[in-house]
């Protein structure tokens, strides 16, 4: 379905052609005043200094043209050269079949669809997950989707954090603890010997001890670093450890991620990129990008125009290891493996903008990947309290990610008891339903925002049935869903439009597809928040305005009940493009 503003531009480029001017005049863009006309183009101002003629008797000789065409209820030209559009309702209601019949409602498809890697959610195995998860994994998830519903192939990986120095924290301080534990003796054999079984519990709380212990106890932290080495060299203890601590861990992640309705097509960790460093090594050796410092080896990536300082990056490390700078080079070769990706977008803090900038260059030098795949590096800003600082804990620590959704659940679930619909629910509909508007609240209180800008976590104002929240979305789509069920969910077609918010609701979901592409080449699900809720207002004015199911005019009274279930799709896509469950009433 080709989109209207597609079609719109190509009708007055035509005209502006016919009329003897630049075709390429012909841009029509949505109205900045939408109280005067629905669309414009203001190429004719562009156009007297390529026609050296006024700009409005440009504008005049095209709109004597356009208004030949029946497209149009209006064509007019307004100041020293606007052309003022509306399309005519016939026009509209064509529009609305076709958008009702297409498989993609309106996105426009990517002409050569491309291969995307979203890289997102990046935990650490064997460290819960906090509030600095959430804005990785649920915008990822979204941008992802984005890349889906425009016709590309996406490909989530979590990219886990199990095989740097963390993990040799851990397997230290367990040492430590159990020096018994047959994982830790040299004559450890993985065919009869055992790890004890590990709780997520416990083997979280063991990293802030031993990162604790690391910065105060020298000799521990060279302990470390060398079982860090020795795991990465293949022992078989800690081997076996490691596998029992990746288990526990990926467990407890998926738990969270599923509570968000995120979800990752691999759970490839930095260690799965390990069978890929003798490889890198070689294609660094061949160009030589290495060069040896203070013992350790690095690839120098600073430019000669630089403005700020560009370390280099650390390849190994002076006693023998490899850090995350160089497991995510050798991820780069794993990916063109594997999937050959046009395009590989990393998520993360912006605080890791100089790191990705160093793996980007060094990458490029190495050619790691061919010169058309394209690195996108998307950091995300900082989610605040409402004092505008950091969120924390009351008694000022990070907030366990498991804390903050049990939070917003419970808060669902007090709003929802008040609700008249629920009042011959259970306590367990209840729950569930509270599950669904609290991760909803916080969702979309997160998206609305520019990924790249910090913004305040107000659980109140995300909750409430008013305002650009994700509760008033799930609110309108479930006023729908009582319209339909009321009508007996009648399959109707839209006949005509009856008024001027008709004509609005129209456009909206006209203009809905374009949105789509402009976020995901702006990789900003803010935009798809953001005409969602547009939508809805739009929707909300057209429902208490009209009596859909006491309408006695037949034609009338389906023609609401097909635009009504038009809205209903449309937001549904927005919500499930944002990784949103919708819900039948609250």
Not at 106 to 122: A, S
Not at 369 to 395: A, Q
Request: proline share 4%; aromatic share 8%; glycine share 6%.
């Amino acid at each position: 379905m080709t989109p209207i503003i597609q079609k719109l531009t190509a009708c007055v480029s035509s005209a502006f052609e016919k009329a003897g001017y630049d075709p390429s005049l012909g841009v029509v863009t949505v109205s900045d005043r939408a109280d005067l006309c629905q669309f414009q183009c203001n190429g004719a101002l562009g156009g007297a200094k390529i026609h050296h003629k006024a700009p409005r008797m440009i504008a005049e000789d095209v709109a004597a043209i356009l208004k030949e065409n029946g497209m149009f209820s209006l064509v007019d030209v307004a100041g020293p050269g606007f052309i003022n559009l509306s399309l005519s309702d016939e026009i509209l209601i064509a529009g609305l079949d076709a958008l009702s019949h297409d498989a993609h409602l309106g996105v426009p498809q990517t002409e050569k669809p491309e291969t995307v890697v979203v890289d997102y959610g990046g935990p650490n195995v064997a460290k819960a997950l906090h509030i600095g998860h959430l804005r990785s994994a649920i915008i990822g998830e979204a941008v992802k989707r984005l890349a889906k519903a425009c016709g590309n192939n996406a490909i989530g990986d979590v990219h886990l954090g199990d095989w740097g120095t963390p993990m040799g924290l851990v397997m230290t301080e367990l040492h430590d603890r159990h020096p018994d534990w047959a994982c830790f003796k040299d004559d450890f054999d993985p065919a009869k010997d055992e790890v004890p079984e590990l709780e997520s519990g416990p083997l979280n709380a063991v990293y802030p001890v031993a990162s604790a212990r690391s910065k105060e106890d020298a000799d521990f932290a060279a302990r470390a670093h060398k079982t860090t080495l020795d795991l990465q060299n293949g022992h078989p203890g800690y081997t076996a450890l490691w596998k029992k601590i990746l288990a526990v861990s990926v467990a407890d992640a998926r738990e969270a991620y599923d509570k968000l309705n995120v979800s990752f097509e691999y759970w490839y960790g930095e260690s799965d990129a390990d069978r890929y460093v003798p490889e890198l090594f070689d294609i660094l050796n061949s160009k030589s990008l290495l060069r040896e410092s203070d013992g350790a080896l690095v690839i120098d990536v600073a430019k000669p125009d630089d403005t700020a300082p560009m370390p280099p990056i650390i390849a190994r490390k002076s006693n023998g290891s490899v850090g995350y700078e160089l497991t995510d080079l050798a991820t780069l070769i794993q990916r063109e493996h594997d999937f050959a990706p046009d395009r590989i977008v990393y998520l993360t803090d912006a605080r890791q903008a100089l790191h990705f900038e160093q793996i980007f260059r060094a990458s490029r030098l190495a050619k790691l990947v061919p010169d058309t795949t394209s690195l996108d590096f998307l950091g995300f800003g900082t989610m605040n309290g409402t004092d505008g600082k950091p969120y924390k804990t009351r008694d000022g620590g990070v907030m366990p990610l498991n804390v903050l959704l049990d939070t917003a659940i419970d808060a669902a679930y007090k709003k929802l008891t008040d609700s008249a619909y629920l009042s011959d629910s259970d306590d367990e509909e209840k729950r569930a339903l509270a599950q669904k508007v609290g991760i909803a609240a916080v969702k979309f209180g997160d998206l609305i925002n520019n990924p790249t800008r910090d913004y305040v976590f107000d659980l109140d104002k995300f909750l409430s049935f008013e305002g650009k929240t994700g509760t008033y979305l799930l609110y309108t789509v479930t006023r729908i869903n009582s319209v339909l069920k009321k009508a007996g969910d009648e399959e109707g077609k839209i006949h005509g439009l009856y008024s001027d918010t008709e004509r609005d609701l129209a456009l909206k979901l006209l203009l809905s597809g374009d949105l789509f592409r402009k976020a995901w080449e702006e990789k900003a699900p803010s935009y798809i928040c953001d005409n969602a809720y547009q939508l809805a207002v739009v929707f909300s004015k057209f429902y208490h305005d009209n009596r859909i199911i006491d309408e006695q005019d037949a034609d009338k009274r389906a023609s609401w009940l097909a635009l009504s279930a038009l809205v209903r799709r449309m937001l549904r896509l927005h919500l499930d493009t944002l990784a949103i469950d919708t819900v039948e009433n609250m």
